[in-house]
């Protein structure tokens, strides 16, 4: 007989009742935000019990409108972000643990008021087989061990593998609760660097598999000792994965209903990323890049992000950049960043944009410049207060990081207009861009071509949302399981409050004030200023100034090659030259190699003339090498491989240009004394002048006796009338006017006909 409930106890149930559905609520609210990847936000009772309703209904389908989307808390608070990546460096040795336990340890401090549950993303790269070798296994399980770990319960921890990830690397895998790998990768062959496998290692691979259970156990061994086989097994419990001698008893008992080999004795067990997902479902996802790897994880995309400043301190610098964006501009931008970084190691790059556009080609070449920075070494991070708009938002996009005030403008129409073919341009290159940055393109491209129609799209059951022009829906894997919620404005620009809402931008701040607590900065950062040496580098770096460098320095040289010794014009051609190199290298554009390559290409000319003349091998390597030399210090690369580079190379083939025609102008200048050099006597004939015309036509004539009309000589045979006669060192034909004349006779010229010469004894004269 059940026992009747006191008033007591009547008013305890309802009470106990209301408890016991708060915390649901409360719990269903946090993992939906965890599934979701959306920062955590507060909520009252009324909104956690609505969302929980509309999840249960929906099967946790995001179907809320672009304009309702929650908006981020006041920027006031500072906010961070509930998912970072953190690349691993291969080789696991030295004091990589450390580091990498201190950066986690800084996140941590982060995450300690986040609602939900933070993702902590590991990437692991690879590397060749010497340096997965060299990971050390006591930092390897330090590491772990450390990822294993009850600090880390509440993050949710993944391995992102993209290339071979062999040796005691694979421990810290193990120690993650979710493995994500490319399909190329390679993972496995622990033992690699153990040429005797001692307890100690063998326990510590144990330890961590039985912690975490994302490898089973025996594959894990398998990977670690070559001497073990490694089967997977169908029993009628399940599938499992098993050694030789578990496998032995388990046939004895009947109970195995078939056997597959996984790894054979002998060799250590591996695995490619498709093997890991598709063959033994033992990784929960393929992905080729980390736009597929937010998409696996659930979280919106452009959230994952990377922060070089975990565990190092942040080493900042400010940039401002506003008014037009023009070629100066970009290329002082660049300059005082890329000093920053080499001369201070700064890892932290804030740029502060008030700009409505101007150059587009420019601002590419800016925005690859920024998208460019390795993320793992250096942080930017783009402030709008104002405005950023046209060509000015890409830039802004090209950071790691954009925060804006809530009246900024980023895109829509700027200072100037951009015409059909810079717009047909300027789409490849920010296809490229966000592929580069692991973003979709359709938004930014639609910050500068107001024609481009955008669409929310979503993707039911997981409540996936992302922004799609048509033409990158169809570029998708299943562009069928998306469905369309409504066309996004952008014609004009988006304000704050909607590119955060758009995911473009990543939070809202007050002013400039705010953004420093943000970031805990409690004084004014480093402010990379235009100095007087900027305006000179960036005068003479300048196409035009460079390319009349160029044909200066040809053009002094050609006519130094034309006198004798070193004067003032051969002193004029190396200053040209020198400012030309200077310029560039402190532009950013020509480096060491390019200055040696110009070095070298002048002493093969030098041998070709000097040493070895005639020989043309010299010659035309030494011209090649000075070409290659120009070509490479008007540009940033050696190949073009993108839109932007394509468009820079008719900079580097007009300074090719400008250098071959100050060489022409000079030898058309120059002709007629060019002769008169010691140098080009070695490699080319003299031109006469006219006096030597006619001298040389005398001489080279059959005969030209005239010059012997009134010479004495001595007749050398007898003259019946003709014979030799002798005058001076000469010996000539000569015939006498009718006497004989004997010989030894002395006589002398008394006229000349051709190859006749007549003469006549001198008595007789």
Known sequence: MMKPITAGEQRFVPTMLGLLISACAVNFCSAAEDNNGIDGVAKDAKGVAKDAAKDTKGAAKDSVPAKEVPQPRQASAPRAATSYLIRVPIPIAGEVDTRLKAMIGELLERWEDAAGRPTLVLEFSGGDEGLQRASQFERAL?????????????????????????????????????????????????????????????????????????????????????????????????????????????????????????????????????????????????VRDRLQLASALQLPVGTLEEDPTLGAGRRAVRVDLSGPIKSDTVSWVERGIREKIAQDQVNFVCLVIDSPGGSPTDSMRLAAYLSGLNPSEVRTVAFVGSEARADAALVALACDQLLMTEAAVLGGPGARRISDQQLEALRTAVRELAGTKGVDWSLPVAMIDPNLTVQRWTRPGTGEVRYFSEQELAEQEHPEDWRAEGEIETGNGVQGREAVELRLARFTVADWEDLKRMYHFESELTIVDRNWAHTIVEFLASPRIAGVLLFLAWFALMIEFSSPGLGLPGFASAVCFVLFFWANFLHGTAGWLEILL???????????????????????????????????????????????????????????????????????????????????????????????LEHLRYHEALVHLDYLVGQHGVALTQLTPSGKAKFGDARVDVISDGDVVPRGADIVVIEVRGNEVLVRPLEIA
């Not at 062999?166 to 979710?178: I, N």
């Not at 326990?203 to 039985?210: C, P, W």
């Not at 190379?649 to 250098?659: D, I």
């Open 598 to 692: 110009f070095a070298t290409g002048l002493a093969c000319l030098a041998l070709e003339l000097f040493v070895l003349p005639g020989v043309g091998a010299f010659g035309i390597g030494g011209g090649l090498l000075i070409i290659a030399s120009i070509v490479l210090a008007s540009q940033t690369f050696v190949i073009p491989r993108n839109a932007y580079q394509w468009s820079q190379l008719p900079t580097s083939v007009f300074m090719l240009a400008a250098a071959g025609g100050g060489a022409l102008a000079a030898m058309l200048v120059a002709r007629r004394l060019m002769t008169d050099a010691p140098v080009f006597r070695r490699v080319a004939l003299e031109t006469p002048n006219e006096q030597q």
């Open 142 to 286: 330090s590491l772990a061990r450390f990822l294993a770990s009850e600090k880390l319960s509440r993050v949710r921890t993944v391995a992102y593998l993209t290339g071979p990830v062999r040796g005691h690397a694979v421990l810290p895998v193990l120690a993650c609760e979710q493995i994500i790998a490319h399909p190329d990768a390679e993972f496995g062959q622990a033992g690699l660097a153990e040429d005797a496998l001692d307890s100690t290692v063998r326990s510590g691979y144990v330890e961590i598999a039985e912690r975490r259970r994302t490898i089973p156990t025996p594959v894990v061994l398998g990977m670690l000792d070559p001497q073990l086989a490694v089967a997977r097994v169908q029993t009628q419990d399940g599938t499992r994965f098993v050694l030789a001698d578990e496998l032995s008893e388990l046939q004895k008992q009947a109970a195995v209903r078939s056997v597959e080999q996984v790894f054979p004795a002998g060799q250590l067990g591996s695995f490619t990323g498709t093997e890991l997902r598709v063959k033994y479902n033992l990784a929960t996802h393929l």
